[in-house]
């Protein structure tokens, strides 16, 4: 249980940042592991870096047992909530203390606790302080050394970071062994592991001939699922070192996975934990979905090596300039690999619909934000995902070998210590010549910019004028807004789909724009009818685009823009037009004969990618459509969607059956062309669903089905009421793979989403099913996550969902508050919603904010939303 909060926890500013009064240069961890009662001694050297001889180390719950200073007895402190302080310190000395703590009671997943059977650590932000009294903060950078002793039979591998360099037996049936990292690192990348498992070893040798042993730990009987991550490992080692010319420099690298985990996984120098779900896959368990997932993570947490490790963050306000940049180079490694046009889809999807709906929510804040009561609340996609987005706008507006000159320069500078936002954009810009004074506005300003066209079309004098104006809202924390360094790339289109030159005072021009004023206009010459302008392509800016696209336009553009990208997203924006109308009217609108056409011909399409057409075919989601507006009507949305689905599938069933059936299982294998056609497969049969007349080809094709993909594909195609054999199959999914929590997973999630109010009696019936445990937190986000993103019953009007979301948030905030934190996102934007709405949303919040014993993490979320 995380400690109680005084009634105003004390906010954190980034402009208050101080360096450390001392810092640690080496440590030496001695970890004696039993369940409930383990013994820490840390001994640190420690040296002043000013005339103060005060130092106040970081810890909770400890049991304190010992202090020594030079080897002598140190009376001369005072121990209070969350720190110890030691006072008459010399200027260098070795610090030794002991501690005890309880991993087994450790239910929120931080510092060393229990998952399962083994001891495992998480450590990032704040949770070393869980393990002993430290300088936990991340610009304190330390060699270190661990021993880890526990029991051997029950714990025969003993892991931590590093290089092992001495092992051994003791007389009592226990055994220890002792890690080395050579390479300074903050405490955030501590990392312990003991426990039995299963082991895949292999190799890699680096470009410059290091051969680097590879080990994945997974639990008994799970190996051969590990088989993907470990080419997946091998696959990064080799990208980073082919894209960036970023080598390994450890002998080993190690993977441990574990099913009781916050995070998606972590990047601990040299020993990797991760949660089971971005580890373990095969053909009967794992979806598509689920070995790109793997791919993505194995490859983002290898990449922090150098990009979080190597050059680590000076303070948590910092913490985009390791996960932004890192977010870009998984997404780059996975659209290397794979396909970059889908990948980027799913990249912007993330912005337009999560990312755009935080930076309206009550926790709006900049990629670096400027305050923080909780850290653990900065893990958010605003700082991960728009993150990336502001690193890919540097490389537009670079291109790739200046920004690679850039990485290198940054390297050079910065290699081995912790660095700031400031020095990024620095070394890219001194590396480039560019300059991005203007650009670093991207870091400090919070919420989505709002990029608004209008065009002219001069027949006369055969010119075509864009003018384009750019426009912040206000945000939670933020006012003033100043006009942002934006890329902006376009192309124009003749009636018959032609590209058209871009010639302003008779140059070519390219097709990146750059917009630096509140507004620009552009006038392009030589323009002999009106064109059909592509804007924004391949979202070069995370911003939101307005022009009054007519029909024709986008329907133009769906069949003929060059760019992948933009064909998919003229498809949204048709899509969108309809859905805005029926919003609006209250009113269904059919699709007019063109555009149903225009949808035939992308299905139809034998040339295009299969997972880009599918991507295609879907409306844009719930959560990016209610975005699209100040109060949200959130019947009028379901109700245009649902209206919008069923017309598609009504008008294209004879072809969306034809590609069904062509699409025939074959034999599986997961390269991109195979995962491509069993997704346009699967979205083809979701559609069929919502006919009503595909029950048996659903039941068909869940009974013959060879893998997960197209199992959990049935599976989601009958999770609709219009499906009667729905019932049948995910009891037959249940009886299969109650015994395994990550297979279920895909179950508990579709009981949360099913479309109907009477989710929330699914839900509530699956909370006793032997395969749930409120302690882990992959089953919680899933069941309980699924259920708080279902707008058919998390709004129901009567209040029963919301009520629902806040018993289950006060139960987390006993056990593992980090988790109620990242479920309570939709509750916080009750503003938005009608006045009877609102008022029930506020009530739950109310009611949090009323409990003693309220969370940092939860504490933080609610006053915010409150004010």
Not at 397 to 405: D, N, R, V
Not at 500 to 524: D, G, M, R, W, Y
Not at 737 to 751: A, E
Request: net charge negative; with cysteine.
């Amino acid at each position: 249980m995380k400690d109680a909060s005084p009634i105003q926890p004390t906010a954190k500013y980034r402009k208050d940042y101080a360096a450390p009064s001392y810092t640690i240069t080496s440590v030496d961890l001695r970890f004696n592991l039993h369940e409930t009662a383990t013994q820490v001694i840390a001994t640190s050297q420690l040296k002043a870096l000013g005339c103060d001889d005060t130092l106040e180390l970081q810890g909770e719950q400890l049991v304190l047992k010992g202090i020594t200073v030079n080897g002598s007895q140190w009376s001369d402190y005072e121990e209070k909530e969350g720190a110890l302080i030691l006072s008459n310190l010399p200027t260098e000395f070795e610090l030794v203390i002991t501690t005890e703590t309880n991993p087994k009671a450790n239910t929120a997943l931080e510092g060393l606790y229990m998952s399962g059977g083994a001891f495992c650590t998480q450590c990032e932000a704040e949770g070393f302080r869980r393990i002993t009294y430290f300088l936990d903060r991340p610009d304190v950078l330390a060699k270190y050394t661990t021993t880890v002793e526990a029991d051997k039979a029950a714990f025969p591998f003993l892991l931590s970071n590093g290089n092992k360099i001495a092992q051994g037996d003791t007389s009592n049936g226990r055994h220890w062994v002792t890690w080395q990292d050579p390479h300074p690192k903050p405490s955030y990348l501590f990392a312990l592991v003991a426990g039995d498992f299963d082991q895949l070893v292999d190799t890699f040798t680096t470009r410059s001939g290091n051969q680097v042993a590879l080990e994945i730990f997974v639990d008994k009987g799970n190996l051969s699922r590990a088989e993907h991550a470990m080419l997946s490992l091998k696959n990064s080692m080799k990208w980073d070192e082919e894209r960036f010319g970023l080598e390994y420099d450890l002998d080993i690298y190690m993977i441990v996975a574990v099913d009781f985990f916050n995070m998606g996984a972590m990047e601990n120098k040299g020993l990797n934990v991760f949660n089971s779900k971005f580890v373990l896959a095969d053909q009967d368990s794992a979806t598509d979905a689920d070995y790109l997932g793997i791919e993505a993570v194995i490859g983002h947490e290898y990449f922090h090596n150098w990009t979080g490790n190597r050059v680590t963050c000076r303070d948590w306000f910092q913490l985009s300039l390791k996960e932004g940049l890192t977010v870009f180079r998984d997404q780059e490694f996975s659209s290397d690999l794979g396909s970059r046009a889908v990948n980027r889809v799913n990249n912007v999807s993330v912005i337009r619909g999560p990312q755009f709906a935080e930076d309206a929510s009550p926790m709006s804040h900049p990629i670096r934000p400027e305050k923080v009561i909780e850290m653990n609340n900065f893990y958010t996609v605003t700082v991960y995902e728009k993150g990336s987005e502001v690193i890919r706008m540097i490389h537009t507006l670079l291109g790739e070998s200046k920004f690679q000159a850039g990485i290198k320069l940054y390297f050079e500078r910065h290699d081995g210590t912790a660095a700031t936002c400031d020095d990024f954009v620095a070394a890219m810009q001194d590396a480039s010549g560019v300059d991005l004074s203007q650009f670093k506005l991207w870091y400090s300003q919070s919420g989505t910019p709002i990029v608004t066209v209008k065009d002219h079309f001069d027949e006369q004098a055969q010119t075509y004028s864009l003018t384009i104006a750019q426009h912040t809202p206000e945000t939670a924390t933020q006012k003033d807004k100043q006009p942002l360094h934006i890329p902006f790339d376009i192309e124009l289109y003749d009636d018959k789909g032609d590209v058209v030159p871009l010639i302003i005072n008779e140059k070519q021009q390219p097709s990146l724009l750059q917009l630096t004023q509140a507004s620009h206009t552009f006038v392009f010459e030589n323009i002999k009818h009106k064109p059909t302008p592509s804007l924004l392509r391949e979202f070069t800016a995370p911003v939101k685009l307005e022009y009054d696209y007519t029909e024709a336009q986008l329907v133009l553009l769906m069949k003929c823009a060059t760019n992948e990208v933009a064909r998919w997203d003229a498809t949204q924006s048709l899509m969108g037009l309809y859905i805005k109308q029926m919003v609006e009217s209250g009113q269904t609108v059919a699709l007019s004969d063109k555009v149903l056409e225009a949808l035939r011909s992308i299905l139809t399409d034998k040339q295009a990618d299969k997972a880009l057409i599918a991507e295609a075919l879907l409306p844009p989601p719930y959560n990016e459509v209610s975005g699209w507006y100040e109060q949200v009507d959130v019947d009028a949305i379901l109700t245009a969607l649902d209206a919008l689905r069923l017309d598609i599938a009504t008008n294209l069933e004879p072809q969306l059956k034809a590609v069904y059936l062509s699409l025939s299982a074959q034999q599986y294998d997961i390269s991109h062309q195979s995962m491509a056609r069993r997704k346009l497969r699967n979205v083809c049969l979701r559609y069929l669903s919502r006919t009503g007349n595909y029950d048996e080809e659903i039941k068909a094709q869940f009974e013959s089905s060879d893998n997960m993909t197209d199992s959990s594909g049935a599976l989601i195609a009958a999770n609709t009421e219009t499906v009667s054999v729905r019932e049948q199959l995910m009891q037959a999914f249940s009886d299969k793979w109650s015994d395994n929590g990550l297979v279920m997973d895909k179950w508990f999630v579709l009981q949360g989403q099913y479309p109907s109010i009477q989710a929330l009696d699914k839900v509530k019936a699956a909370l006793d099913h032997s395969a749930f445990s409120m302690q882990n937190p992959n089953r919680v986000r899933n069941l309980i996550g699924g259920f708080i993103g279902n707008p058919y019953a998390f709004h129901a009007k009567d209040g029963s969902g919301y009520r629902f979301t806040g018993e289950m948030l006060a139960k987390l905030n006993e056990s593992n508050p980090q988790v109620a934190s990242r479920l309570i996102d939709p509750l916080l934007k009750f503003a938005r919603y009608d006045d009877q709405r609102k008022a029930l949303m506020k009530k739950e919040l109310e009611t949090l904010r009323g409990n003693p014993n309220l969370a940092r993490d939860l504490f933080e979320k609610v006053e915010a939303a409150l004010k």
